[in-house]
């Protein structure tokens, strides 16, 4: 009999799904990728419904906790994604997966600062009181941690440039959904600006 699970993991991006589900000392007991639908958010829908029944699966049968990272935000006001990576912008998709899942509700939250989240309590930043984790891809996006707990920021979006682009070794934002860190209120757009501009 394999080992049974403890937790898992998936990490939904725009070519291809990662799964993992690890045992109580976060052994990897499986892990499998499969690509990433992107005609439907039905299909897309479908393939994360499958993965996660997979990892119950590989974990022995039983159902552990899983959380899914994916590309974007998700509004705390009404569930629904945010995100330009995937066929899921504007959907409920927490919601939906609950219904499909009979009840069954993984957690859902950026990519980035999943990264920033695992690092801190299992990785390079285990033992400190603060860890920052930046992502640089099409955009600039990342977490911060206190002491074990995720900064969320006003909307959910704490730490995330959504998308810039550097010129001459300055930062330009085009677009930008950022939060300053511990406020409660958005940062105003000039004064980001000025701030990214003496970079």
């Known amino acids: 009999m394999g080992r049974q699970g403890h937790a898992a993991g998936l990490d939904v991006g725009g070519t291809k799904i990662a799964g993992q589900i690890f045992d109580d000392a976060w052994n990897i007991i499986e892990a499998r990728e499969v690509l990433t639908p992107t005609e439907s958010y039905a299909s897309l829908l479908n393939v994360i419904?499958?993965?996660?029944?997979?990892?119950?699966?590989?974990g022995g049968g039983v159902q552990v906790p899983i959380g899914i990272g994916l590309p974007g935000i998700v509004d705390p006001q009404n569930d629904a994604v945010l995100t330009a990576n995937l066929p899921a912008s504007g959907r409920p998709l927490w919601r939906d997966l609950g219904e499909r899942l009979s009840g069954f509700q993984p957690v859902i939250m950026n990519d980035c600062r999943a990264f920033a989240l695992s690092e801190a309590v299992l990785g390079a930043g285990r033992g400190h009181d603060m860890v920052v984790g930046l992502v640089i891809g099409t955009g600039l996006a990342g977490g911060l941690v206190y002491r074990g707990n995720l900064i969320e920021g006003f909307n959910g979006a704490a730490v995330g440039v959504e998308s810039m682009h550097v010129t001459d070794r300055r930062a330009s934002v085009v677009e930008v959904n950022f939060e300053v860190l511990f406020q409660r209120a958005?940062?105003?757009?000039?004064?980001?600006?000025?701030?990214?501009?003496?970079?």
Do not use: M, Y
């Not at 419904?49 to 590989?58: P, T, Y």
């Open 186 to 199: 958005p940062v105003k757009r000039s004064e980001l600006l000025r701030k990214l501009q003496r970079i």
């Open 49 to 58: 419904v499958g993965e996660i029944n997979w990892l119950h699966i590989a």
